[in-house]
């Protein structure tokens, strides 16, 4: 996603005085602009936060659009707290471990799906049940009612809604596959779009800092690189975040 940004701010315009020049930052860009694929950038000051201290520079890009999606959908739309039951449906994947991370944070009761290759990591994550999708019928698997699902898989939402207690919530990501709701149940279908938020994403970044969050990188490729990266991608071989590294100065 080219709309990620973490650096170093080089110059600053008029009437910007909460960041300085020199200061770490990492940002959501505008999906409306010209992207992030760059030596330089021109952001917004608003939407820049402070970037953890504690990982790369570079690798803090993988991390905001990722993590916001994962906060808003259990927190913003999923209005998850403790004690409740959240089935997060594909959470192998790079908003999953986010997700998994932040509902274990609130104390909820936290059930992934995972295939073998993500199993172990959900696990470390932080998740009560782990579902291996491969093998197993998610639907029978889970007996008893969830407060909020998290689709983040390849799914069409309405197999899920009948996991749901009445009342419940049901957040999906893959948008172009609608999450119903139920009105006679009063289950909410939400369609999640992930918005740039400088505030969750001083949350979050305070929270990698401090070690309660990890990112995770999947590799680090040269911008030069990128056409062969973007070929990977639209082939469907490239899982997690990829970081892709601007030429030092
Ligand atoms: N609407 C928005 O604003 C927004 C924002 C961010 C992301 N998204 C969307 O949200 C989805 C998740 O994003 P992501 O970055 O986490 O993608 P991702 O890294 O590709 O992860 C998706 C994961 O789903 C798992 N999966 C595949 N088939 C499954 C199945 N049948 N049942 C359960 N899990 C299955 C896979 O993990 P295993 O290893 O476990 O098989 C895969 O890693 C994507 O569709 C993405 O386009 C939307």
């Known amino acids: 996603m080219p709309f990620l940004v973490s650096g170093t701010v080089d110059a600053l315009g008029a009437g910007v005085d909460d960041v300085a020049v020199g200061d770490r930052v990492v940002g959501f860009l505008p999906m409306t602009g010209t992207g ?6 021109i952001a917004s000051a608003e939407i820049l936060t402070g970037a953890p201290g504690n990982i790369p520079l570079a690798d803090a890009a993988a991390f905001p659009l990722v993590a916001l999606t994962a906060w808003q959908a259990l927190f913003d739309h999923g209005k998850l707290t403790a004690g409740q039951r959240v089935l997060i449906n594909g959470a192998g994947g790079a908003v999953g471990g986010y997700a998994v991370q932040l509902a274990r944070e609130v104390r909820a009761h936290v059930i992934a799906t995972a295939g073998p290759r993500s199993a172990e990591r959900v696990r470390a994550a ?21 407060d909020l699902v998290v689709n983040l898989a390849p799914v069409a939402p309405e197999q899920l809604g009948t996991l749901i207690r009445d009342g419940g919530t049901l957040v999906n990501t893959a948008v172009w596959m609608p999450a119903p709701s139920d009105e006679e149940r009063g289950v909410r279908g939400i369609d999640l779009f992930v918005r740039s938020d400088a505030d969750q994403l001083a949350d979050l970044a305070a929270r990698i800092s401090t070690g309660e969050l990890r990112v995770d990188v999947a590799q680090r490729v040269a911008l030069a690189d990128l056409p062969a990266l973007h070929a990977r991608a639209g082939a469907g071989e490239l899982p997690g975040k990829t970081v892709v590294l601007a030429p030092t100065a």
Do not use: N, Q, R
Request: net charge negative; hydrophobic share 45%.
């Open 36 to 41: 992030a694929a760059a030596e330089y950038v």
């Open 126 to 146: 932080g998740a009560d049940e782990v579902i291996d999708h491969t093998t197993t019928d998610v639907t029978a698997a889970v007996t008893e009612p969830v």
